[in-house]
């Protein structure tokens, strides 16, 4: 295919011809960067005064390049980056790379760095720009360097590709020397015109990319980030994501418990696991599950298997692993079988496995012992082998092990490990050579630990999920009374106790014993009822009712009838998430939601039984099922007003729902608070 004909991104990405726009340091560097990386096109400098850029002669206008370029770097100020990209799009220009910022990311003059990326994006027009306020790719498998800056990656045949919004975490991720071969390495600016999920998109389609991964800032567009997540999954490649914001619980308002406990994190939390994509808590993770994913791909299963000539390592494993959803599964009898006849009776078996040093230097026992371990149900076998520092120590001795991996990995056909315990005892390159033996080279325990956690959850066989119902944007909001939220959900079926309003005091003992005591008694008006001491409840007479009516701050109430014989108290409640749809949350309710950090969310459309899972694995949900030959709740008629809720927010798409609590019992699930702010 020529040149100037390849589709979408592909031409920006693999370019054949580089243009470099501007003659400051950044462009020599870049030029640099091209020569070091091998790049084997051509480079086009434009300046026009110099004579060369870079030591590469230079063309005084963007007009009087030989042809159109496949790529372009721009790399001069804000205000004239965007006719630069005018002239390249004119000509006909596969993409470029705006260097500049200057444009909305710039606070302190808001509305003309917004008035200058329109204009960017204007004088575009069909060219694709990354950007601007970005440093631009690297693409490591054709040589090329859109890129002003030093980086510490090399020239690879496949690898992952991994896609940031932040320049200098993609310059340190370059930097690496844990053996993960880096395909491509794209930076995206404000994503003024494209964004993370359609950079994504492309080098997922490279046959080349083994695996992706992203640091994501905030999601550019919903649409396009599920699409790029069925691609992911119809090719097969997993993605895995290191989502930054679990600290910004701003976002959202905080009128209810809701709000506080489904912030932007529970969001994206909800939205990555709804797609499958494997979310990672740090870049160290990030980087040991991107490379296990390269040389293994996502596991089987959560069951592994570690043997090491240490009973500190193997408890270290054990303990590493026990909050994990990781499970060392117990010795089966043709693994006891062969690990017996290979270490002898000296050798307590068990699983994780120190085999002592009994073998240490065997090759042939130690292949015996790794295969013996690999006979059974497991996902993946580590073996925990620390390197001794090569500048001071002789390492040759640790060489039998490693053979002795590569032949159990033969003999199993099982992924295998070698897992320092310490980043810093596995040599870089030792790391690339079990890289390229088909062997995972995990650096530090903890992030092995927990790449591995992440992997067996990509491993999961799921269907690809709906689209999330999109939030609606509003001028201004309300919020309804309780009174008035309760007669809207109860239309939806959900449960709500017998009441009555009351807008003076005189009648609410008449209202109170037509209800039927005990009762409780509520302030309306009032968002955060308890704090304003204005609930009281279980009142048994009339003359209990006047009393508490006299101290609350309001002349307006509400009066109920008391839900008795319950097990446990939820909140349900839903947000609307601009970033990443509505979220569903459910958790412990009352007084409990402050004191348990016991939620989980969802995120609309959820199916019953993702609900029923999520309620399953919340810590009260052991008191729903009956704990200790207790009662426990109805089950189903808990579901029932959740996807009661659901169904009036997929149609009414209000900002806001919340039932705190929802008193649960044996054949009941009834609302006895609730909160609703919708939209004008």
Not at 472 to 493: C, I, M, N, P
Request: aromatic content about 4%.
């Amino acid at each position: 295919m020529q040149s100037g004909t390849r589709p979408g991104l592909e031409r920006l990405l693999r370019p054949e011809t580089i243009a470099v726009i501007g003659g400051g340091i950044w462009c020599s560097n870049l030029i640099e960067q091209c020569r070091k990386i091998g790049f084997s096109g051509e480079i086009w400098p434009v300046h026009p005064t110099r004579e060369s850029v870079g030591g590469v002669a230079a063309f005084r206008e963007i007009a009087h390049l030989p042809s159109p370029p496949d790529a372009a770097f721009v790399g001069i100020n804000s205000h004239d980056t965007v006719e630069a990209v005018h002239l390249l799009s004119q000509l006909g220009a596969g993409g470029a790379v705006c260097f500049a910022s200057g444009f909305r990311e710039a606070q302190a003059e808001e509305v003309e760095g917004a008035a200058r990326q329109a204009a960017l994006l204007k004088a575009a027009a069909g060219m694709k720009i990354l950007g601007p306020n970005c440093y631009g790719f690297l693409n490591y498998l054709d040589g090329a360097a859109l890129w002003p800056d030093q980086h510490g990656g090399v020239r690879v045949e496949t690898g992952v590709a991994v896609v940031t919004q932040s320049s200098n975490i993609a310059i340190n991720l370059t930097m690496q020397d844990r053996g993960l071969p880096l395909a491509y390495v794209v930076t995206v600016g404000n994503q003024a015109q494209t964004g993370l999920s359609e950079v994504a998109s492309s080098l997922l389609k490279d046959p080349r990319v083994t695996a992706l991964g992203l640091h994501i800032e905030g999601i550019d567009d919903l649409r396009a980030f599920e699409a790029m997540a069925r691609i992911a999954q119809s090719l097969g490649k997993p993605i895995v994501a290191l989502k930054i914001g679990k600290s910004d619980q701003a976002r959202v308002a905080t009128i209810s418990h809701t709000a506080s406990l489904a912030g932007s994190d529970a969001g994206a939390r909800a939205l990555l696991k709804r797609l499958g994509i494997g979310q990672v808590p740090s870049l160290g993770v990030f980087l040991e599950t991107l490379k296990l994913l390269h040389v293994a791909g996502p596991l089987g299963s959560n069951r592994i298997a570690s043997l090491s000539c240490s009973g500190g390592e193997a408890s270290l494993m054990a303990d590493m692993a026990h909050d994990s959803v990781l499970e060392f599964p117990a010795l089966e009898a043709p693994q006891r079988h062969g690990l017996r006849n290979a270490l002898g009776p000296r050798v307590a078996l068990a699983n994780p496995l120190d085999y002592h040093t009994y073998i240490w230097g065997d090759e042939d026992a130690l292949t015996s012992t790794f295969t013996a371990m690999m006979r059974g149900d497991l996902a993946i076998g580590c073996v925990v082998l620390d390197f001794p520092r090569d500048d001071r120590c002789d390492p040759s001795a640790w060489e039998p092990v490693i053979a002795a991996v590569a032949r159990a990995k033969a003999l199993s056909g099982k992924p295998m490990a070698i897992l320092a315990s310490l980043e810093e005892t596995l040599p870089e390159a030792t790391a690339v050579r079990l890289v390229d033996m088909g062997i995972v080279p995990f650096a530090g325990m903890e992030s092995a630990i927990a790449a591995m956690e992440v992997a067996a959850f990509l491993g999961e066989d799921r269907t690809p999920a709906a689209n999330v119902l999109l939030p609606q944007a509003y001028r201004s909001s309300r919020t309804l009374g309780e009174a008035e939220a309760k007669t809207t959900l109860s239309a939806e079926g959900v449960c709500v106790p017998r009441s009555a309003h009351a807008r003076s005091t005189e009648v609410l003992a008449d209202l109170a014993a037509e209800i039927g005591f005990p009762v409780a008694l509520k302030g309306e008006g009032i968002v955060h009822k308890t704090e304003e001491g204005a609930v009281a409840l279980n009142l048994t007479c009339a003359i209990a009712v006047s009393k508490a009516a006299a101290k609350m701050p309001t002349e307006s109430f509400l009066i109920e009838e008391m839900v008795a014989d319950t097990v446990a108290e939820l909140l349900i409640g839903v947000v609307s998430d601009t970033a990443h749809g509505y979220v569903l949350t459910m958790a412990a309710g009352g007084i409990l939601t402050e004191l348990f950090d016991d939620n989980a969310s969802l995120l609309i459309p959820a199916s019953r039984d993702e609900v029923r899972e999520a309620l399953a694995g919340l810590r009260i949900g052991r008191v729903l099922e009956g704990y200790r030959g207790k009662l426990g709740a109805d089950i189903e008629a808990i579901l029932d007003a959740i996807m009661s809720v659901q169904s009036y927010v997929e149609r009414e798409r209000p900002l806001e729902v919340e039932i705190n609590p929802l008193l649960c019992g044996a054949g009941k699930a009834v609302a006895v608070d609730a909160l609703i702010r919708i939209g004008d």
